[in-house]
């Protein structure tokens, strides 16, 4: 497998559910149908998952992914051992500002 490669929500649904070990999704944003393969694979307990999105709205508003898919990624963080690392910039110093949670 190549460390870069176009791919589209069928693609990442496959090598989502193929993988073994560890999942790292790192993109502005996500769609449903993404959100949900990740979900399912969090549920099994069995995979390192790793999240990183820009959870602004206008990540959205520009097409990078859907509200409902960031509703659907943050579900899992409820699951006992789940964390949740949430990284906002504040509008007026465009510096990143994090919390975690979990």
């Known amino acids: 497998m190549s460390t870069f490669r176009a791919v589209n929500d069928e693609t990442?649904?496959?090598?989502?559910?193929?993988a073994e070990r560890r999942i790292v999704y790192i993109a502005p944003g996500l769609y449903l149908p993404?959100?949900?393969?990740?979900g399912a694979r969090f549920?099994?307990?069995?995979?390192?998952?790793?999240?990183?999105?820009?959870a602004d709205e206008d990540v959205c508003w520009i097409g990078f992914g859907e509200l409902?898919?960031?509703?659907?990624?943050h579900r899992p963080s409820g699951i006992r051992g789940a964390r949740l690392h949430r990284v906002w910039r504040?509008?007026?110093?465009g510096f990143p500002v994090s919390t975690r949670e979990g």
């Open 90 to 93: 504040e509008r007026s110093s």
């Open 34 to 38: 993404v959100a949900k393969a990740i």
């Open 68 to 73: 409902a898919a960031l509703q659907e990624a």
């Open 43 to 54: 549920e099994l307990g069995k995979l390192e998952i790793t999240l990183v999105l820009d």
């Open 12 to 18: 990442l649904i496959e090598l989502i559910r193929r």
